[in-house]
Every structure is written in structure tokens, then in C-alpha cells.
């Protein structure tokens, strides 16, 4: 997509996916107890920074994290607390974002990945746009970064916690739909109840850059089996030899 475009308008997720919500991410989260952990590629013990989306905090991350810390990664809480959503003065602050990831990358002498879910996949991008030089890939799940705020059916949950309407004019928008100039991915779900998935994809001609369809609800990202198969997969590439997702297959 052409970055100076005006992103286009695109409905919400039915009522009827957003109903059934609840019910498919506790599935996920029984489902994701006979995954294999010991099948998934271990880790180089590099640092992992993880932003939790709207409307909570570290513990919604626990699955995820645990995970990632079973295979030898040392995992990194984004140190904000509850997730309500950016203060008006949100440049600064996303500087403190930055600056965190900076910290950690200096303390462990390499790079940190920085993986988000939902709107803390839209930090976890805007802070490696800011701290490239420590940062080694960036991860979204679900998160509505190519929209406007319009594209949700959660805008009544940031304007109950931020007081405003989750709406961002197209300079900013144009901003955030630019790829961050390290390897990202984004994982998203057609069937995503809260966030339309035309709106979690990037432009996969600009960087190394991949979309990662999976089979999922928006609540049950961080414990669908299939997205930590394709998490720790991602965050297992030798720094410097991203490939996308399935190259390998391909090439075999």
C-alpha cells in the first residue's frame, strides 16, 4: 500500500464473532495445553519485550510468556502496568517506550525482540521505528495498526479508559501503516471478533515484512497453539537471516 493513501473503510467485526469470543479463546486455551513445547525451536536466550493490548496487563501475556521463557528467551515486561490506552501526550511517552527496550537491549548486549498484542502491537512498532539499532524483530497479534480506530468493537472500552474516541487523523494513520525498518510480522485472524484482520495487515513489499494468517479469536492470540508455533519459530531466525514464514518449506 502506497503510505501517503488514505487507509480504506472497513466495518468492524460482526456482533455475532464478537458474541462467541469468550467461549472460542477458552477453546484455544484447552486446545493449546496438548501443544508439543519440546517440538517448537529453542531460543538463543536473546531478550523479549512483550506490550499487552487495550484493557490489560502483563498477566493477559502469561501463556505467551511462559512459553517463550521455556525455550530459553529472557522475557521482559513492557513496565506501564494496565494498558489504558496512550496519554494525549503520547510522543514523549512512546519515547519512555523506546527507551525501556534500549535499557534491556543494552544490559543484555544484543538486540531485543518486541512482540504485541492487539494495540500493544501498535507500540511494539513505534518503538522500533524509534530504537532500530536495539531492536531485533517485531511481532503483532491482531493488532489494527493499517486502520483508522473505526475498525473495532472495542472504541467504547478506550473511550471509557482514555476519555476520548480511539481516532486518528490520516497523517498519523499513514505513520502508523509504515513498516518498521527491521524484520516484523504480523499475525492475524480472518475470524478476529474484535478487530477487522484488513486492518492488522502490512505492506509486505516494504522491508522484510510478512503477514501470518492463523485460525484464531482475537481474545485467545497469546495461547493459540498455532501462534506460538509461529512465534517461537519467528524469533528462533539467526539475527540478520530473516526469511518469511514457510521459505523453508519452499525451498526444500
Known amino acids: 500500500m502506497d503510505q501517503n493513501q488514505a487507509a480504506p473503510t472497513v466495518a468492524p467485526p460482526s456482533i455475532g464473532l464478537l458474541g462467541i469470543e469468550p467461549l472460542r479463546a477458552l477453546c484455544e486455551f484447552v486446545g493449546s495445553r496438548f501443544l508439543n513445547a519440546q517440538a517448537l525451536p529453542p531460543g538463543d536466550g536473546h531478550p523479549v519485550v512483550m506490550f499487552p493490548g487495550l484493557a490489560s496487563d502483563r498477566h493477559a501475556l502469561i501463556p505467551l510468556r511462559d512459553c517463550c ?25 512512546l519515547d519512555g517506550l523506546a527507551a525501556h527496550v534500549g535499557s534491556i537491549a543494552r544490559r543484555h548486549g544484543r538486540r531485543a525482540s518486541v512482540l504485541g498484542w492487539s494495540l500493544g502491537g501498535i507500540y511494539a512498532r513505534e518503538v522500533a521505528k524509534r530504537v532500530p539499532q536495539a531492536t531485533r524483530h517485531v511481532i503483532t497479534l491482531g493488532s489494527p495498526f493499517a486502520g483508522t480506530g473505526r475498525e473495532n468493537n472495542v472504541a467504547w472500552v478506550y473511550r471509557l479508559l482514555a476519555g476520548e474516541k480511539p481516532i486518528v487523523d490520516e497523517a498519523l494513520a499513514a505513520r502508523l501503516r509504515s513498516n518498521p525498518p527491521v524484520p516484523t510480522t504480523s499475525v492475524y485472524s480472518r475470524s478476529d471478533g474484535v478487530v477487522a484482520w484488513q486492518a492488522c495487515l502490512l505492506d509486505e513489499t516494504e522491508g522484510e515484512a510478512e503477514n501470518i494468517e492463523v485460525d484464531g479469536s482475537h481474545i485467545g492470540l497469546g495461547w493459540n497453539a498455532e501462534v506460538l508455533r509461529i512465534v517461537a519459530d519467528r524469533l ?16 526444500a
Do not use: K
Not at 539475527?239 to 519452499?250: I, Y
Open 236 to 251: 528462533s531466525q539467526p539475527e540478520g537471516e530473516w526469511q518469511r514464514w514457510g521459505a523453508e518449506a519452499c525451498d
Open 69 to 93: 521463557e521455556s525455550l530459553g528467551y529472557v522475557v521482559y515486561d513492557w513496565a506501564q502496568g494496565f494498558n489504558t490506552g496512550p496519554p494525549p501526550a503520547y510522543e514523549p511517552w
